[in-house]
């Protein structure tokens, strides 16, 4: 069975989106993705609004299973915080009225899911998605590349049960970040 997320990486001026399907084998796959963008001389309910239809026509067109949207997290700069946390609210409640579960992560989560270090650069995981996703040219600009990352890492976080070979045929498909996750893994359910 084919897990379908959405992933959204949240935020007033780009908001991320992107759509993969991810099968048990944790192969993943690109649906599509993209940025909404508002201005700051608009006001805050119309930025907000436009993010709101877009997500709703997102959540219509692709119908994902789950939404994984970025985990707020503390900053200097308050505003940006409040930004992030405002189009966050926005997002989860479209996911919730149509009965869409929602998964936040944390930054770190994300890339260490990723790339195996949860201290990466956003090139970093750029590059891995791509690779990851099986892409000619990688996803830009780098906030599409981030919802993208927070919906690969949400399929193989919840893994439904489906355990990945890390070595033996098809392992050489496996990217290291996924070959390190499914090792985790594996050896975690050993010392169960």
């Avoid at 496996?174 to 090792?183: D, F, G, I, N, V």
Wanted: proline share 5%; with cysteine.
């Amino acid at each position: 069975m084919t897990l379908r997320v959405l992933g959204v990486d949240p935020g007033l001026t780009r908001c991320g989106i992107g759509v993969v399907d991810v099968e048990k084998n944790r192969r993943a796959t690109l649906v599509a993705f993209g940025v909404v963008g508002t201005t700051p001389d608009e006001s805050l309910d119309q930025r907000l609004l436009v993010i709101a239809t877009s997500i709703d026509d997102w959540l219509d067109r692709y119908e994902p299973n789950v939404l994984a949207v970025e985990r707020v997290f503390s900053q200097l700069n308050v505003s940006t915080v409040m930004g992030v946390a405002q189009a966050s609210g926005v997002v989860i409640a479209a996911a919730a009225r149509r009965g869409i579960p929602v998964a936040l992560h944390t930054p770190s989560e994300v890339k260490a899911a990723v790339t195996g270090s949860g201290t990466s650069n956003k090139d970093a995981v750029t590059k891995l998605v791509t690779k990851i996703l099986r892409l000619d040219a990688p996803p830009r600009p780098a906030d599409a590349a981030d919802a993208l990352a927070l919906a690969i890492t949400h399929a193989w976080r919840a893994g439904g049960g489906a355990a990945v070979a890390t070595t033996g045929p098809g392992s050489q498909s496996l990217t290291p970040a996924q070959r390190a996750w499914a090792e985790a893994e594996a050896k975690a359910r050993r010392a169960r």
